[in-house]
């Protein structure tokens, strides 16, 4: 079996509006996802768009209180071996409403703080600029990603951290799985904040209210924004290194039908490629007219929107290209076929694979078909940057997380990395999602756990936040310390 490259991160990632709290300590602004609702699998969550509602509970409010419990987390991933942990920053709590005139130094020190640990615990922090987050008053005030003027708001605040945050970050990532903003409903909202006039529920790929021109002019402004942000952070500081960040998966025809070999082509393009060829070559695909004319979207609009600023992709092209990846996707045009239950992507049951509890098709080989058909594909270092497994962790009669689950579920993507890397896959380094058990982004809940570290806390908000470690924990130490040589 191939070695990993020296350096390798092996670290953690997670996100502010998932796992941070306190939404509204020390000055902080509310920001979209402080009025999104818990939900279920079955049950969707809720927006409250106008502000946050008396007697209604918001995961985000106090997530898992990292707010206060950095620094004991960092000294578990420290623990753990971690050599980079990932985490996203809040607009909101630099500049409560986005566009205030001054930023706000508690803010500002808070991530200092936990940068300069990270530095101290021989961690690398990978940041992820917007995670599913916009602040609310902006949605209120310019609707969202789709007025222009959202760019330079955004890129006063990167100027913000890059500035700020010199000599402590290295790695940094500017869009959250930026291809959702394809997504109608849940990616106008979570990408975009692009939000409803009314409480609505989140559905995913479809929503009465969601309109598809918004929604690409809203991807193509964060692509301009993305753009110069790579230029910004180069010119701050050249040790500075720049990535998208795209919800990948690997797409497989249900059979080999034309029909169905011809939908999967589509589909890779439009979930995996439209967004990574932006980012990566510096400029829209040669299908991007005939994808913006299917979807809905104003398709002169579009090529005046891509020809005004093809200047601008091309000077900004990443530095290397990261990805979450929990499962493959198999498509057919086949009516008959059914849909998954709760797969994100929307694509039928793999009758070769198992899923998730929560509906999510488990594929390791899949990471390895998407690591080389990427790499293939742009040639720029990869980086994994969310990968790991939601289940439902109960406590053994010893007391103890015995996740052996997960521990299979991560062993068996790692063997199919080190064989990508074999084939000359150029990979930097694999943080796996929810380190710590953290609030799901799609239904809200706590009790679909990712962590290596448990936190107690459950859907309703009741519980300590204590943390204990779970098997996986002292697996993944293992891990870690041996370069990925013990799995
Ligand atoms: C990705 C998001 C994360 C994270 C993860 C797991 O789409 O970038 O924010 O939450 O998926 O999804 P979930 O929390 O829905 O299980």
Redesign the pocket.
């Given at each position: 079996m191939a070695k990993f490259p020296k350096g390798f991160l092996w670290g953690g990632a997670t996100?502010a509006n998932?796992f941070e709290g306190g939404y509204d300590a020390d000055g902080k602004g509310l920001s979209v996802p402080d009025v999104i609702m818990g939900g279920t699998v079955d049950k969707p969550r809720y927006i409250t768009p106008a502000g946050v509602r008396e007697n209604t509970y918001y995961p985000s409010h106090q997530a898992i209180d990292f707010y206060h419990h950095w620094k004991e987390d960092i000294d578990l991933f420290a623990e753990m071996g971690f050599k980079c942990f990932r985490l996203s920053l809040q607009w909101s709590r630099i500049f409560p409403n986005g566009d205030d005139e001054e930023p706000l130094q508690a803010g500002i020190d808070f991530y200092k703080n936990i940068f300069k640990h990270c530095k101290e615990c021989g961690i690398e922090p990978l940041v992820t600029i917007s995670?599913?987050e916009f602040p609310l008053a902006l949605s209120h005030k310019y609707g969202g990603w789709d007025n222009p003027v959202i760019i330079d708001l955004w890129l006063r605040f990167t100027k913000l951290c890059f500035t700020e945050y010199k000599g402590l970050v290295k790695y940094w990532l500017t869009f959250?799985?930026i291809n959702c903003g394809t997504i109608a409903g849940m990616g106008a909202i979570y990408g975009l904040g692009i939000l409803p006039e009314d409480d609505q529920p989140i559905t995913f790929g479809k929503a009465s209210w969601d309109v598809p021109q918004r929604r690409f002019a809203g991807l193509h402004n964060q692509f301009v924004a993305s753009a110069k942000a790579v230029v910004q952070a180069h010119e701050i500081d050249p040790e500075n290194k720049v990535g998208c960040m795209i919800?990948g998966a690997a797409t497989y025809p249900y059979s080999c039908r034309p029909d169905d070999v011809l939908a999967a082509l589509e589909t890779d393009r439009q979930f995996n490629f439209y967004c990574g060829d932006v980012h990566a070559r510096g400029a829209y695909p040669a299908w991007a007219p005939s994808y913006w004319a299917a979807n809905g979207a104003d398709v002169e609009a579009m090529k005046a929107l891509a020809e005004k600023d093809a200047e601008v992709l091309k000077a900004g092209k990443v530095d290397f290209y990261s990805f979450?990846y929990y499962q493959s996707n198999t498509v057919s045009t086949d009516p008959e076929k059914a849909k998954g239950k709760g797969n994100l992507l929307g694509g039928i049951q793999n009758p070769y694979l198992e899923a998730s509890e929560?509906g999510w098709t488990i594929d390791p080989k899949g990471l390895r078909y998407y690591l080389e058909t990427v790499y293939d594909r742009y040639q720029i270092p990869l980086f994994i940057v969310?990968n790991g497994l939601?289940a439902v962790d109960e406590r053994s009669e010893d007391g103890k997380f015995h996740d052996e689950y997960r521990i299979d579920y991560m062993r068996k993507h790692i063997e199919q990395m080190a064989i990508a890397i074999e084939h000359g896959v150029e990979l930097m380094g694999y943080t796996m999602?929810g380190c710590i058990d953290l609030v799901?982004?799609?239904?809200g809940e706590m009790k679909?756990r990712y962590g290596f570290i448990y936190v107690d806390r459950d859907n309703d908000g009741n519980g300590d936040f204590h943390r204990e470690r779970k098997e996986s924990f002292y697996w993944y130490k293992k891990v870690c310390e041996s370069n990925g040589e013990i799995l």
């Open positions: 996100a998932q995670h599913y959250n799985e919800a979450s929560w969310e939601g999602w799901s982004a799609s239904t679909k």
